[in-house]
């Protein structure tokens, strides 16, 4: 067993131990394995310990690795940085989910761009700022339905959930921007409107998963230190 594979088996196990923990099957929450700056090859190791969704943040890096494993047809590109107007084409062209839609503009763009590549519909999340901090992008909570409503509108995408990003290094912020994001998700529509909720990375993936994650976002805990 290559050290990837042993990483995502370890990753894998966490996620199975958090899902029992709170009487959630484990299949309910899918693995995106977040390979931003990493090697075409370590994808590789990676697929071939069966891993499938992978996670780029940069739109002209996610092209090349897309062209380069063309040969592995099942691949589920996840785009999970933010999207510039000015990369929506490359994103549209490339990613079957991307995570961080955070506002009216970026919508359409990506609607647009997908329409001219004719792939859809492209699975979306929105992105939302749960925490406030001014370092973070996404939509404030009072601007979700104003996204929601132009996601809708484009008729190439598809809108499937929430993401967001807790403050970095603190469990208890962690477990109150989940249970925010939550919250929100009930607000507007519940699971039947918005089905995916995307937060926990390698450090809070159980906190994550307690607060009903469906996609957890792991790098370092797999592929190691960028």
């Not at 000015?86 to 995570?99: L, R, T, W």
Request: glycine share 8%; aromatic share 4%.
């Amino acid at each position: 067993m290559t050290a990837i594979a042993l990483s995502l088996a370890q990753v894998r196990a966490r996620i199975d131990r958090a899902a029992a923990e709170c009487g959630r099957p484990a299949e309910d929450v899918k693995l995106v394995a977040v390979s931003k700056k990493k090697s075409v090859d370590a994808i590789r190791e990676a697929y071939a310990a069966g891993q499938r969704a992978f996670g780029e943040s940069y739109a002209q890096e996610l092209a090349g690795k897309s062209e380069a494993l063309g040969d592995l047809a099942d691949l589920e590109w996840h785009f999970i940085g933010h999207v510039q107007t000015n990369k929506a084409k490359v994103v549209a062209a490339h990613a079957h989910v991307v995570h961080a839609v955070d506002s009216p503009v970026i919508a359409h763009e990506l609607g647009k761009r997908v329409a001219s590549a004719g792939r859809s519909p492209l699975r979306v999340l929105i992105e939302v700022n749960v925490s406030g901090e001014a370092q973070k992008h996404g939509a404030s909570a009072s601007e979700i339905s104003e996204v929601m409503d132009a996601v809708r509108a484009e008729t190439t995408l598809a809108l499937r959930g929430l993401m967001t990003m807790p403050p970095f290094g603190d469990p208890e912020a962690a477990k109150r921007t989940f249970a925010t994001l939550a919250s929100l998700r009930s607000l507007h529509g519940g699971e039947r409107a918005l089905p995916e909720l995307s937060m926990g990375m390698s450090g809070d993936l159980e906190i994550a998963v307690a607060c009903g994650a469906t996609m957890v976002r792991v790098g370092t805990a797999i592929f190691g230190e960028r």
